[in-house]
């Protein structure tokens, strides 16, 4: 059985950086295709970053250039690296592998 479990969230003033970290158990990570979603308060959930199997790394326009995804197959963790926060990222996030997810952790942007 899949399980995840996100840390790393945190409080940050705009242009603050969080890392993120997603924990996997009863799978390896570098064997499979993780992704990062966020939900805002009263929004949709949406796709923020994924990483594969092969390392290859997508990201949501919105966070190119300021986020990176990566992960450490020894740890069986995926990280998600958010530098120069914005206030329009607040929100849960949280990582999937097909239909399993975390419980998210918050990010919070704001002066």
């Known amino acids: 059985q899949v399980h995840l479990v996100e840390s790393g969230g945190g409080l940050v003033q705009p242009g603050g950086s969080l890392r993120l970290s997603c924990a996997a158990s009863?799978?390896?990570?570098?064997?499979?295709?993780l992704a990062w979603f966020r939900q805002a308060p009263g929004k949709d959930s949406e796709w923020v970053s994924t990483i594969n199997s092969v390392a290859q790394t997508y990201y949501r326009d919105s966070v190119k250039g300021r986020f990176t995804i990566s992960r450490d197959n020894a740890k069986n963790t995926v990280y998600l690296q958010m530098n120069s926060l914005r206030p329009d990222d607040t929100g849960v996030y949280y990582c999937?592998?097909?239909?399993?997810r975390g419980q998210g952790t918050q990010v919070t942007v704001s002066s």
């Open positions: 009863g799978l390896a990570v570098r064997a499979t295709r």
């Open positions: 999937a592998i097909g239909a399993t």
